[in-house]
Every structure is written in structure tokens, then in C-alpha cells.
């Protein structure tokens, strides 16, 4: 937890902001700095919380990763008394986000509690009818940077606030930067994300949203950021790494936009930017095969000012399935992709998925083929999961093909079967071939 005062001038109320993300990363006081999940800011509540604090309020932030657990959370709780508590919460927290809410709830009966984030601008309705309508007051629905602070100016003159609000899209050159230090950012600095990676290391957003259509990810994104995709100026964003350097002597950079290198034109200017700004930090980020393939040129200016590693979602060997989950690229754009990386000294955290819905075993042989001729340096493989919001999940749901009780989101390497009618022995067997570097025929021999 990290106390902020921001001064008096929005008068005394106090608010608490709380990061509810330990579906994945779990609760754990005394978290090793190695330990990522529970380390990597949440950068959307960072986002909202330097806009409290520039609007003067009075500000704390909760991060419940770094707890011994709830009954911690509702100690905390007692202690802060706070006016406003504002929970930010994706998917695989909405139980945790309920849990945090009766807390508050019952701590502090007479705080507000706004809610946003990802799964409640997906559905709003499952928070402001939570327990009756009485849990939430207010459900913000996409963008909170603008509207939170309007939420806190309207509660301090009394008026009435709609049970469900939507977000007014901020101009990002706008703006206060995130404000890193409501969460213990030592764990940030310090987490390796790829092996050999230089420390230490910062995390950063260009834009928003993404412009493609890929059916595992829509429209669940543009209903949080509609369109279009927006990315700050290029010297905004190598303002921030000038003051991060000064600040943290950072020796490593990544950009967890969707795709970095959307815009052409950006990524130029930004290169050239950041080679006279003498930043000398390594990059990661993450890109699409067909990107590289169509900007080569592009690939190796970036390599020139310091890129090593790109993150790029291959997703399947089967042109079929690629078509299918409308990812818009081809498999020969993967392996052209990986050839283009390494020809600059590019390195690749390849991520794919086994299981897509309606995927054959030839299919599931086709991936693995695939990735064998890539040879990511860091592969990612995924089980796929249908993930609610999402085109692809209202086909398999229409397809009668989830695995209730099945559909937990965790990070790669958890491996659970999700949908019927998918081989997973075979795809156990495929992780086997893939982890051990052994031949196909090894494979048929273990599914038989």
C-alpha cells in the first residue's frame, strides 16, 4: 500500500483506490521481487490515481497483492476510513472485487464505492444489481480518467450520480502521466520478464485500444476503449522515459501496447526521437507478423536504437483456424516474420494457441510444426480459453462446446481443457514434443 496526501484543494474528502487483481497473482505479503504477476503496476488505476492527485484530493491506493489476505484488506480498511473507495477489476476478479465491496461495505457503510475496469464496462448490470443494487454506487463503463474526478467533484457538492456512468475518452497528450509510486514499484524495477533481461526495468503505454478485429479479443477491447486506436504524441512518450531514466536509471523499456508498431509514421519519428535523446535502454514490445513483413526497413530501425525483443502472437499453423479467429495474417507471414526478427538480431517471445474451437489433431500438429521452423526463443504457448465478452466465446457458447466450471483466466502454462471435443491428450503430448525438443513421431507413439 502507498499513502499519497495530494493537499487540500478538493476539500477533505479522502479517497482510496483499490487494485483487486490477485486472480492471478494471489495474496502474498511477502512476495519475492522476481514474482511479476504480483509486481507489474496496473497502469489504468495508475493513470486515474495521478488524476486524483492532480484534481487535489487526497489519495491512497490499496494494491491487494501485497496482502496477507482479506481479513488484512478489511484492517486496512478500518484503519483508512476513507470517503470513496474506487475498485478497479477485470474478469478473473470479479468474486475478488465482490469479496473487497462487502468489505468496504461493511467497514465503512457510509463510503462510496465506484467501480470500473474491464469486466464491469463489459457488464454492468452484474455490479449495480450486486446484492440487491446496494453494493456499488456507481458502475463507471470504459474510460475513467475524466469521469472519475467529475464522479468526486459531483459527491463533494452533494448531487446525485447516476447508478451507471460512461467514461468520457480522455486526450492523452493530456493527461498526467502514471504515477508509478502508489504501488511499490521496487517490484516493477526489478522483474525480469525474459531471460537476460536488463535491470532495471520500466513498463510503459504509447495508445489505447487496437485496430484489429481478432474474434478472442473483440469486441470486449473497443467496448473499454472504443475507436479509434489513439496513441500519445511521440514526445510525450519519450518525455516520460527521459523522467523515468533520471528517476529510476532504467536499462530496459517495455511497451505492453497491443501493437507498437501500428503506426508507421509514429514509430519512425519516435526512433529517431529516441536515439538523439540518448535514452540507451533495451526495448520490448509487442508487434504482428504481418507488420514486420510489409515495414522491414521499419524492423531495422528499431533494432538500431536499441529493440531486442518483440512479442508476437502467432496464434496457429492452420490458415483455417487464422482465418477463422480473424487474426488477419498468414503462416507464411510468421515464418517470413521470425526470419526478418533474426536477420536484425531481433529476439521473439512467441505466443500461439492449442484448442481453438473446432480445431482438428492435423491442425494441432500444424502449430507445432510451425513454431519447430520459428524456433521463438522464448515460446508462450496457451490452451486457448473462450473469454466472455468476446465474439469467439458467443460462437462456442451457440456451439454448446464449454467445459462449465472450466473457464478460469490465467497466464500461460496453465493448462486446462476448456472446450469439448478438442483432443487435449494430444495437446498434452504436443507440450511434451515442444518442452523436450523431440521428433513428431515421438508424439504419435505417446497419443496412441
Same mark, same amino acid.
Given at each position: 500500500?502507498?499513502? =499519497?496526501?495530494?493537499?487540500?484543494?478538493?476539500?477533505?474528502?479522502?479517497?482510496?483506490?483499490?487494485?483487486?487483481?490477485?486472480?492471478?497473482?494471489?495474496?502474498?505479503?511477502?512476495?519475492?521481487?522476481?514474482? /511479476?504477476?504480483?509486481?507489474?503496476?496496473?497502469?489504468?488505476?495508475?493513470?486515474?490515481?495521478?488524476?486524483?492527485?492532480?484534481?487535489?484530493?487526497?489519495?491512497?491506493?490499496?494494491?491487494?497483492?501485497?496482502?496477507?489476505?482479506?481479513?488484512?484488506? %478489511?484492517?486496512?480498511?478500518?484503519?483508512?476510513?476513507?470517503?470513496?473507495?474506487?475498485?478497479?477489476?477485470?474478469?478473473?476478479?470479479?468474486?475478488?472485487?465482490?469479496?473487497?465491496?462487502?468489505?468496504? =461495505?461493511?467497514?465503512?457503510?457510509?463510503?462510496?464505492?465506484?467501480?470500473?475496469?474491464?469486466?464491469?464496462?463489459?457488464?454492468?448490470? $452484474?455490479?449495480?444489481?450486486?446484492? &440487491?443494487?446496494?453494493?456499488?454506487?456507481?458502475?463507471?463503463?470504459? %474510460?475513467?480518467?475524466?469521469?472519475?474526478?467529475?464522479?468526486?467533484?459531483?459527491?463533494?457538492?452533494?448531487?446525485?450520480?447516476?447508478?451507471?456512468?460512461?467514461?468520457?475518452?480522455?486526450?492523452?497528450?493530456? !493527461?498526467?502521466?502514471?504515477?508509478?509510486?502508489?504501488?511499490?514499484?521496487?517490484?516493477?524495477?526489478?522483474?525480469?520478464?525474459?531471460?537476460?533481461?536488463?535491470?532495471?526495468?520500466?513498463?510503459?503505454?504509447? &495508445?489505447?485500444?487496437?485496430?484489429?478485429?481478432?474474434?478472442?479479443?473483440?469486441?470486449?477491447?473497443?467496448?473499454?476503449?472504443?475507436?479509434?486506436?489513439?496513441?500519445?504524441?511521440?514526445?510525450?512518450?519519450?518525455?516520460?522515459?527521459?523522467? /523515468?531514466?533520471?528517476?529510476?536509471?532504467?536499462?530496459?523499456?517495455?511497451?505492453?501496447?497491443?501493437?507498437?508498431?501500428?503506426?508507421?509514421?509514429?514509430?519512425?519519428?519516435?526512433?529517431?526521437?529516441? %536515439?538523439?535523446?540518448?535514452?540507451?535502454?533495451?526495448?520490448?514490445?509487442?508487434?504482428?507478423?504481418?507488420?514486420?513483413?510489409?515495414?522491414?526497413?521499419?524492423?531495422?530501425?528499431?533494432?538500431? !536504437?536499441?529493440?531486442?525483443?518483440?512479442?508476437?502472437?502467432?496464434?496457429?499453423?492452420? #490458415?483455417?483456424?487464422?482465418?477463422?479467429?480473424?487474426?488477419?495474417?498468414?503462416?507464411? #507471414?510468421?515464418?517470413?516474420?521470425?526470419?526478418?526478427? $533474426?536477420?536484425?538480431? !531481433?529476439?521473439?517471445?512467441?505466443?500461439?494457441?492449442?484448442?481453438?474451437?473446432?480445431?482438428?489433431?492435423?491442425?494441432?500438429?500444424?502449430?507445432?510444426?510451425?513454431?519447430?521452423? !520459428?524456433?521463438?526463443? #522464448?515460446? *508462450?504457448?496457451?490452451?486457448?480459453?473462450?473469454? %466472455?465478452?468476446?465474439?469467439?466465446?458467443? *460462437?462456442?457458447?451457440?456451439?454448446?462446446?464449454?467445459?462449465?466450471?472450466?473457464?478460469?483466466?490465467? $497466464?500461460?502454462?496453465?493448462?486446462?481443457?476448456?472446450?469439448? &471435443?478438442?483432443?487435449?491428450?494430444?495437446?498434452?503430448?504436443?507440450?511434451?514434443?515442444?518442452?523436450?525438443?523431440?521428433?513428431?513421431?515421438?508424439?504419435?507413439?505417446?497419443?496412441?
Amino acid at each position: 500500500m502507498r499513502q =499519497r496526501g495530494a493537499g487540500g484543494g478538493a476539500g477533505a474528502m479522502k479517497i482510496c483506490l483499490v487494485y483487486v487483481a490477485v486472480g492471478v497473482a494471489g495474496f502474498n505479503k511477502n512476495r519475492p521481487l522476481g514474482d /511479476l504477476e504480483g509486481g507489474w503496476i496496473g497502469h489504468g488505476i495508475a493513470s486515474i490515481g495521478a488524476c486524483v492527485k492532480h484534481a487535489g484530493y487526497d489519495l491512497t491506493l490499496i494494491d491487494m497483492r501485497q496482502l496477507s489476505g482479506p481479513e488484512e484488506f %478489511e484492517e486496512l480498511v478500518s484503519s483508512l476510513h476513507c470517503d470513496v473507495y474506487g475498485l478497479s477489476t477485470a474478469p478473473i476478479d470479479y468474486k475478488n472485487s465482490i469479496m473487497a465491496a462487502k468489505v468496504i =461495505r461493511k467497514t465503512c457503510p457510509d463510503a462510496k464505492i465506484v467501480v470500473g475496469g474491464i469486466h464491469p464496462t463489459l457488464f454492468p448490470e $452484474r455490479y449495480s444489481e450486486a446484492k &440487491g443494487g446496494t453494493l456499488f454506487d456507481v458502475v463507471v463503463v470504459g %474510460e475513467g480518467e475524466i469521469t472519475f474526478i467529475d464522479i468526486l467533484n459531483d459527491m463533494t457538492k452533494g448531487k446525485k450520480i447516476p447508478k451507471i456512468v460512461y467514461g468520457i475518452k480522455p486526450d492523452l497528450d493530456r !493527461i498526467p502521466v502514471v504515477d508509478r509510486e502508489l504501488f511499490d514499484y521496487k517490484f516493477e524495477l526489478n522483474g525480469t520478464f525474459i531471460p537476460g533481461q536488463p535491470l532495471p526495468s520500466v513498463t510503459i503505454l504509447a &495508445g489505447r485500444g487496437c485496430p484489429y478485429k481478432c474474434l478472442y479479443c473483440q469486441p470486449a477491447e473497443n467496448s473499454v476503449f472504443g475507436k479509434p486506436f489513439r496513441i500519445r504524441s511521440a514526445e510525450k512518450v519519450i518525455d516520460e522515459l527521459l523522467c /523515468l531514466k533520471e528517476k529510476y536509471h532504467h536499462k530496459n523499456i517495455i511497451f505492453w501496447d497491443d501493437t507498437f508498431t501500428f503506426d508507421r509514421k509514429w514509430v519512425m519519428k519516435f526512433c529517431d526521437l529516441y %536515439e538523439n535523446a540518448g535514452i540507451g535502454s533495451s526495448i520490448i514490445a509487442c508487434s504482428r507478423s504481418d507488420i514486420i513483413c510489409k515495414n522491414e526497413d521499419m524492423i531495422k530501425r528499431l533494432a538500431e !536504437i536499441g529493440l531486442k525483443w518483440f512479442v508476437i502472437g502467432f496464434e496457429s499453423g492452420s #490458415q483455417r483456424l487464422l482465418d477463422m479467429i480473424k487474426k488477419g495474417i498468414t503462416v507464411e #507471414q510468421n515464418i517470413r516474420a521470425a526470419e526478418i526478427c $533474426r536477420k536484425y538480431g !531481433i529476439k521473439i517471445i512467441g505466443t500461439y494457441m492449442y484448442g481453438l474451437p473446432t480445431e482438428t489433431p492435423e491442425e494441432s500438429i500444424e502449430t507445432l510444426e510451425m513454431i519447430k521452423t !520459428i524456433k521463438p526463443d #522464448q515460446p *508462450m504457448p496457451f490452451w486457448f480459453v473462450p473469454i %466472455e465478452g468476446t465474439e469467439i466465446y458467443s *460462437m462456442c457458447k451457440d456451439m454448446n462446446i464449454i467445459i462449465e466450471g472450466n473457464q478460469t483466466v490465467e $497466464r500461460t502454462g496453465k493448462y486446462i481443457p476448456r472446450l469439448k &471435443g478438442i483432443d487435449y491428450e494430444l495437446l498434452s503430448g504436443i507440450l511434451y514434443v515442444e518442452a523436450h525438443n523431440v521428433e513428431l513421431d515421438e508424439l504419435v507413439v505417446m497419443t496412441k
